[in-house]
């Protein structure tokens, strides 16, 4: 009778290669020599919105010059120091009551300071208007101060020019505390859209440092060796979609038809970006694992095939990977002198990196007695034990094996016969010597 079993083997087996692709998987060794590049890079980025700010103190300084005698004063010392990149509010504060208290205009020539504090205001409104970015960050509030202004100007018309006064100061300073939060809250919004640019830009040059991965393998004889693996094609395409993940974020964050909120951009800096160069870290990290497992399917296959070698005199012909894939299960077919077979793979178990499985396809040239095969496959276990790999229970799977599985070429080419659709039989009978599965290496 011929059939599949397999041995299962412990996670214990995989913790020194674990210990090993975590070691190798730092993605920022390489970071400190981005740093200036991405500085200048960000830079070049906000190069409009910097001129943008410079081209509305220039509109500012226009605009307080041809301001009354009454403001001018305060709009020239708000942009000095928004030119400084910080406001003196206590200056600013004492500059504003003293406004506020200045009654000798209004006693003496009240129309004429009706007149100039609505001019002043009609200014400033006109100023926030077409420079700054006033819906997006305080949306309702200017057409809200328009609207006293306008009866400002209905009170001029009737001539209530104490009422006009009182309104159209008010509009006037509140308008210009308007103007002032709106730049301020306009550059803390360009420093969070640097920050965030800056932390993405650094994730995207870490992607692209870590397209490759060196990775030691067991060479000839057993000596390690380094190996560069593609960490794309070894993740089947996760660091493709990581790339795309964080160009479509740098874009998101240096849009200028829609920007986004400083609150958002901030999030992006703190959370996203971390989490964005953790997720890098796992993709490398899970790249070497696989390498390394695919490494261990071989030894794993070498060992069973020796063990059959010593103990049923079977000699190795071949060995391949389905497919030429790496990633994927290696097989290795054995022959008796008298005509017999076994075909050795070891798959990986799939959606887990922690594991694979040792399966042993028996093609026998004679009946062979079922214990004869559990017999064989549990001194197989007994095997792998004494090269110190852990292994639990055997199990039966098909009563047959799959005649595909003697065509090694077939499988090189990647016709895999019918092994993807075997399912395991709890509580069946033994078969033949067959099958083990191995826990790899957990990303």
Request: proline residues 4%; aromatic residues 4%; glycine residues 6%.
């Amino acid at each position: 009778m011929s059939g599949r079993k397999r041995i299962v083997l412990d996670e214990s087996a995989f913790f020194d290669v674990r210990r090993q692709a975590e070691l190798l998987s730092d993605v920022r060794r390489n970071a400190p020599q981005y740093y200036q590049a991405i500085s200048e890079q960000v830079q070049q980025q906000l190069r409009a919105a910097v001129e943008d700010a410079d081209a509305r103190l220039a509109a500012a300084d226009e605009v307080a010059a041809n301001l009354s005698s009454l403001t001018r004063q305060l709009e020239q010392r708000t942009n000095d120091e928004l030119r400084g990149e910080s406001v003196a509010d206590d200056g600013r504060a004492a500059e504003l009551v003293r406004l506020r208290e200045d009654q000798a205009a209004v006693t003496a020539r009240p129309e004429e300071a009706a007149r100039a504090w609505l001019a002043d205001a009609t200014a400033m409104s006109e100023l926030i208007r077409t420079t700054l970015p006033h819906e997006q960050v305080l949306p309702g509030e200017l057409d809200r101060l328009s609207a006293r202004l306008a009866m400002a100007v209905h009170d001029v018309e009737q001539r209530h020019f104490a009422s006009a006064i009182s309104v159209a100061q008010n509009a006037y300073l509140d308008l210009s505390d308007v103007r002032l939060k709106i730049e301020n809250l306009e550059r803390e919004r360009i420093a969070a859209q640097a920050s965030a640019l800056r932390g993405l830009y650094l994730v995207e040059a870490l992607v692209r440092d870590n397209r490759t991965h060196v990775v030691e393998v067991a060479g000839v004889e057993g000596v390690p060796i380094s190996a560069t693996i593609d960490v794309d094609h070894w993740t089947q395409g996760e660091l493709g979609d990581l790339a795309e993940t964080v160009a479509d974020r740098i874009a998101a964050v240096g849009a200028g038809h829609h920007p986004m909120t400083a609150a958002e951009l901030v999030r992006i800096a703190d959370q996203d970006v971390p989490a964005l160069e953790s997720r890098l870290s796992d993709v490398v990290q899970r790249a070497g694992l696989r390498a390394l497992a695919s490494q261990l399917r071989v030894n794993y296959a070498d060992l069973v095939a020796r063990s059959l070698e010593r103990r049923a005199g079977y000699t190795l012909v071949d060995g391949v990977y389905m497919g030429e894939d790496l990633r994927g299960a290696y097989v290795a077919k054995l022959q008796h002198p008298d005509g017999s077979e076994i075909v050795v793979d070891v798959t990986p178990t799939p959606g887990d990196d922690a594991s694979c499985v040792v399966r042993l396809h028996s093609f026998d040239s004679h009946a062979t007695a079922d214990y004869v095969l559990r017999q064989r496959a549990q001194a197989v276990a007994a095997e792998l034990r004494h090269e110190g790999v852990p292994v639990a229970d055997l199990q039966s799977e098909a009563q047959r094996a799959d005649p595909g599985m003697r065509d090694l070429e077939a499988l090189r080419q990647g016709a895999a016969g019918t092994l993807s659709s075997a399912r395991e039989l709890p509580g069946s009978g033994p078969a033949s010597a067959g099958p083990a599965q191995v826990p790899g290496p957990t990303a």
